[in-house]
């Protein structure tokens, strides 16, 4: 079946780091791809998307390529922030399905 | 308006009592959504509606029931919930049918049962 696999966390980074998580699934068909984002206490937000292959989603200085020939969807930022600590789930939305497949998710700590 | 309101946030219910977990959205979406989310867990699909009618039950316990009165509305009913319910529950709604839309999410309710 579907699935997507996230490097495991947490990742924790000193501020203006480079970030990278890794992000790989397993999908038929030409699934689209998220990165959600989920604050403390709070729902997920949506932080970038790619709907087709060599798409770039960006966001808020965070960038995902859509890759299909490695399958993988890495969500990089090139400095991070203390803000931007939280948890980020990579997602895959199946061709013709309304549900959401998530990864285990990352958590991200930013010290200053 | 582009969110979805869940109430409420906190609910602490026993193991005998009856609660209604309630969501509004008013995005105009026709899909609307039921996730549980474990502590350090993804969140796990358990109902979907589309144009008010449950389109994916994703083989959740009868003490679940799902209601979708309306276009701008969910809930979830709650009866003789056990402690391993106790999680987030969120909310979430889209446009049907395109599945390259995202979805959009509430903050969710924590629910403990006791």
């Known amino acids: 079946g579907d699935s997507v696999t996230q490097m495991e966390g947490p990742v924790t980074l000193s501020e203006e780091a480079f970030l990278t998580i890794n992000c790989t699934y397993t999908?038929?068909?030409?699934?689209?791809l998220f990165w959600y984002v989920q604050y403390p206490g709070e729902g997920l937000q949506l932080l970038l998307k790619a709907t087709k292959a060599d798409d770039k989603g960006s966001n808020k200085g965070f960038e995902a390529t859509y890759r299909k020939e490695t399958t993988s969807f890495h969500l990089e930022k090139g400095s991070v922030q203390v803000s931007d600590s939280a948890v980020y789930f990579c997602?895959?939305?199946?061709?013709?399905?309304?549900?959401?497949?998530f990864g285990t998710g990352t958590r991200l700590l930013v010290s200053p | 308006d582009t969110e979805v309101t869940q109430t409420p946030k906190h609910l602490v219910m026993g193991m005998t009592n009856k609660k209604s977990l309630k969501c509004e959205q008013h995005?105009?979406?026709?899909?609307m959504y039921w996730y549980k989310q474990k502590a350090k867990k993804p969140p796990e699909l358990m109902f979907v509606y589309s144009y008010e009618k449950l389109s994916i039950n994703e083989s959740v316990p009868s003490r679940f029931s799902p209601e979708c009165p309306n276009s701008s509305l969910l809930n979830l009913h709650l009866h003789a919930l056990q402690p391993e319910d106790s999680a987030l529950y969120l909310c979430?709604?889209?446009?049907?049918?395109?599945?390259?839309?995202?979805?959009?999410f509430g903050s969710g309710t924590q629910l403990s049962v006791l």
């Open positions: 979430a709604s889209s446009q049907p049918d395109r599945d390259t839309e995202k979805l959009f």
């Open positions: 995005m105009g979406h026709r899909a």
């Open positions: 997602a895959l939305r199946p061709t013709g399905f309304q549900k959401l497949v």
């Open positions: 999908a038929t068909g030409y699934p689209s």
